[in-house]
């Protein structure tokens, strides 16, 4: 049954400036140059430079709130005069609000991809087109890590539905076999074991290479396992000729395809700071990099044009009332950026002189150990920010520093007290326990017990479970895997 009724809702709603606001804020400075480039080449009305408009400048009193406002001048008063959002068309208001939304990706180059190699290879074999085919889809089927995943009986009932291909098992093996020819050494295996012995057959076959073919084809469990007693057992061998083999074993490459994926990784991890602090006898500098930001202003010309349509209100035609409605969304549009450039700016440097005020020790030393307790709690309360504000400031920004660069995630952990009841930060127990790690007896590492005794020898009550999760944060594996001969 259909039913009518009136109901009261209280709603609240972002407005394209604070969802723009707040997009800004989770851009780092790299990613922030190619947004404001991106906006300098859709919106006519926005100019880079320091030329600033007498009509419409951009000065403190425009800066937004917190929540992405801002006081009314004179400037916006006359552009909102003669249209109100009332008169502008619904997919005026939507072309707004899509690009707030709307977060852009910046493209990047990389070389030449891991399957392209291979079949840059393959083309260079003279193979029946049989076996050419089956080389393509099994090329198709190997991972970004170089691995070959699949089963080869599936590989087949592929081949025949979608190649019409009859082929056997083993064919299918006997080009795999041809791939796994291929460069880089171990690509199209289909295990860690295979992996490592396609490199090692690969090399010239001393002592010390036959003895690690000889454990990783009939020892691999043990050596995996670390149980080199029992290796040394089984095939009669000293402790020096068993290291020199796992020696020759480490030097081997486990992700033969991630030689492709680093040239990716190199790109994406070239860090721009977003924050430089200098410490300079005694004293921190904070200082801001806007190389890559010009500065931006409002296009007189536009501004002119505005003047001029809103100057002969009387005689409009149904184009110059579209081409006003045009001049004044571009305006607004430039106004909000040039606003919200200015309040992201504004924001990330309060956040970062909070976090220097919390972190000076540091700032001045580099002693890990110098950091204090922080979460974003305690930057928000400095700042007067929101705690989501701060997470999205802290989000993918780094600083420069006199002694290397650092993420801003990096000055953020929890605390704990010692015995003393002085309160710590978890990082400063972290680095503790790997001195420790780094330092001891690989023939027999610590334990996680072992680590949380000498710590609460240290004053610092910690249980194993704690020490383990620590442990796990570091990425270092339990004590058995740590073992060496």
């Known amino acids: 049954m259909l039913k009518q009724q009136l109901q009261q809702k209280l709603q609240q709603k972002l407005?394209?400036?604070?969802?723009?606001?707040?997009?800004?804020?989770?851009?780092?400075?790299?990613?922030?140059e190619?947004?404001?480039k991106h906006e300098l080449e859709e919106n006519p009305a926005l100019e880079e430079g320091n030329e600033i408009s007498d009509d419409i400048e951009i000065g403190e009193e425009n800066r937004l709130d917190e929540n992405g406002g801002g006081e009314?001048?004179?400037?916006?008063?006359?552009l909102g005069d003669y249209l109100t959002e009332d008169d502008i068309p619904d997919y005026k208001l939507r072309e707004i609000r899509e690009r707030s939304q709307t977060k852009e990706?910046?493209?990047?180059?990389?070389?030449?991809?891991?399957n392209e190699f291979l079949l840059q290879q393959l083309g260079l074999r003279d193979l029946p087109e049989k076996q050419m085919k089956i080389a393509e889809y099994i090329?198709?089927?190997?991972?970004?890590?170089?691995?070959?995943?699949?089963?080869?009986?599936?590989?087949g009932d592929d081949l025949v539905f979608l190649a019409g291909q009859e082929v056997s098992i083993k064919e299918i093996k006997e080009v795999l076999s041809i791939i796994q020819d291929f460069d880089p050494a171990g690509i199209g295996a289909r295990s860690l074991k295979e992996c490592l012995l396609l490199q090692l057959e690969r090399r010239e076959k001393t002592p010390v290479v036959e003895l690690a073919i000889q454990i990783l084809k009939s020892h691999f469990e043990e050596f995996s396992r670390k149980h080199y007693d029992k290796i040394l057992r089984s095939l009669n061998i000293t402790e020096e000729q068993l290291k020199q083999a796992i020696q020759?074993?480490?030097t081997l490459n486990p992700k033969p395809g991630n030689s492709w994926e680093s040239s990716m990784e190199t790109v994406m991890s070239q860090v721009t700071p977003d924050f430089i602090v200098e410490a300079i006898n005694g004293e921190l500098y904070l200082s801001m990099n806007n190389r890559g930001i010009p500065d931006l202003h409002i296009n007189r010309e536009y501004t002119e044009m505005f003047q001029n349509y809103t100057a002969n209100k009387a005689n409009q035609t149904s184009e110059m009332r579209d081409a006003v409605q045009f001049v004044k969304q571009k305006l607004d549009s430039a106004q909000w950026f040039i606003d919200a450039i200015r309040q992201r700016q504004e924001t990330l440097q309060r956040t970062m002189e909070a976090i220097i005020l919390l972190q000076r020790d540091f700032f001045l030393t580099g002693d890990e150990s110098a950091l204090r307790p922080m979460i974003l709690k305690d930057v928000a309360e400095r700042t007067g920010y929101d705690i989501s504000t701060i997470s999205r400031v802290s989000n993918s920004k780094y600083v420069q520093t006199n002694f290397g660069i650092y993420s801003l995630k990096y000055f953020f952990s929890e605390s704990m007290h010692t015995e003393s009841g002085e309160e710590v930060s978890t990082r400063e127990v972290k680095k503790i326990m790997k001195d420790y790690i780094d330092g001891e007896d690989k023939r027999k590492p610590l334990t996680d017990e072992e680590l949380a005794t000498i710590l609460k020898e240290k004053?610092?009550?910690?249980?194993?479970?704690t020490v383990a999760k620590y442990r796990e944060q570091m990425d270092i594996p339990v004590a058995r895997l740590r073992k060496e001969i």
Do not use: K, M
Not at 18 to 29: D, S, V
Not at 144 to 153: A, E, K, P, T, V
């Open 15 to 32: 407005s394209p400036q604070q969802i723009q606001l707040i997009r800004l804020l989770e851009l780092p400075a790299i990613e922030l």
């Open 248 to 250: 020759e074993i480490t």
């Open 459 to 465: 004053g610092y009550v910690i249980a194993r479970r």
């Open 72 to 78: 009314e001048t004179e400037a916006d008063i006359s």
């Open 139 to 155: 090329i198709g089927n190997i991972d970004d890590d170089g691995y070959l995943r699949r089963d080869l009986s599936a590989i």
């Open 105 to 114: 990706d910046i493209p990047f180059s990389i070389g030449q991809s891991l």
């Open 34 to 36: 190619e947004r404001v």
